[in-house]
């Protein structure tokens, strides 16, 4: 295995691990609300307007158009695996010449779809909510996050 891939993979698993047990580098203190409300709360922080929101708002109304690319480049990717598996069951012998075209075809498919995906679904794109009665952008965030706000859970909508 290459370098950069078990690099790659053990950064991942890292993340991954920090995330589900909810590990953070410098935890903040947690906002500390009364013990009647404890379970009607949810926790939003301003969200941040970064180059990455930009390009997500900016690749939104291409979505659909994007979708339907990606799942023609998929159907043929189809058809171009099954005609190179086709054309080796006539031989009746392994060409492993005739995958090199469909399997360059499928990572070029691979790594352009993640970035694209990257680039429209940024993280505030799936934590972004709104509270009623301001009209500022909010995103869903941890108790003990800079800049924290609880609110109540019925004022907080999708």
């Known amino acids: 295995m290459k370098p950069i891939m078990l690099l790659a993979i053990i950064a991942l698993t890292t993340i991954v691990i920090a995330s589900s047990f909810g590990l953070q580098i410098s935890p903040n203190e947690a906002i500390k ?3 009647d409300l404890i379970g009607q709360e949810l926790y939003v ?5 970064s180059i990455w929101t930009e390009v997500s708002n900016a690749l939104r109304p291409f979505i659909r158009s994007i979708t339907i690319g990606f799942f023609f480049i998929v159907m043929l990717l189809m058809f171009l695996w099954g ?12 060409k492993k010449n005739s995958f090199s075209n469909p399997w360059k075809f499928t990572k070029f498919t691979f790594w352009a779809s993640v970035v694209v995906a990257l680039l429209a679904f940024t993280p505030n794109h799936f934590r972004t909510v709104h509270v009623k009665g301001d009209d500022r952008q909010w995103v869903l965030c941890d108790s003990n996050s800079s800049n924290v706000m609880a609110v109540k859970a019925e004022a907080v909508y999708n």
């Open 83 to 94: 005609w190179a598996l086709y054309q080796n069951l006539l031989s009746d012998e392994f």
């Open 45 to 49: 922080c301003p969200a941040s307007n």
């Open 33 to 35: 609300i009364p013990t």
